[in-house]
């Protein structure tokens, strides 16, 4: 059974920073991709980040790039979103997900509808 944790949710001003953690259970594969993704009430949930399991390289949505990234801790399976810089438009629900990949397949560009498994999503609320 696959499990997905999240923690780290909480209120800040803009201009501060929060830091999520994921960490995951059950997932025996050695290919995947993990990513947090983020949604606000009247919108589609939106790739934030993505790890690729293997060459860990990452992939960042624009609206993020240069203010999160995601650090992961492989001995304690969890992957985290190091938030700064954050401005009211990243208010929302944060959810991690994981889902297996082909040996030559990309983690870039995440839809939310190709991915497994999910969190329960954390709360971030960003007040100007």
């Known amino acids: 059974q696959v499990q997905l944790v999240e923690s780290g949710g909480g209120s800040v001003q803009a201009g501060g920073s929060l830091r999520l953690s994921c960490t995951a259970s059950?997932?025996?594969?050695?290919?995947?991709?993990m990513g947090w993704f983020r949604q606000t009430p009247g919108k589609e949930r939106e790739g934030v980040a993505t790890f690729r399991s293997g060459t860990a390289s990452t992939y960042y949505a624009d609206s993020v790039k240069g203010r999160f990234t995601i650090p992961q801790d492989s001995a304690k399976n969890t992957l985290y979103l190091q938030m700064n810089s954050l401005k009211p438009e990243d208010n929302g629900t944060y959810y991690c997900a994981v889902r297996p990949r082909r040996f030559d397949g990309i983690c870039s560009r995440p839809a939310s509808s190709a991915y497994t498994y999910w969190g329960q999503g954390t709360q971030v609320t960003v007040s100007s």
């Open positions: 059950g997932y025996t594969y050695n290919w995947y991709c």
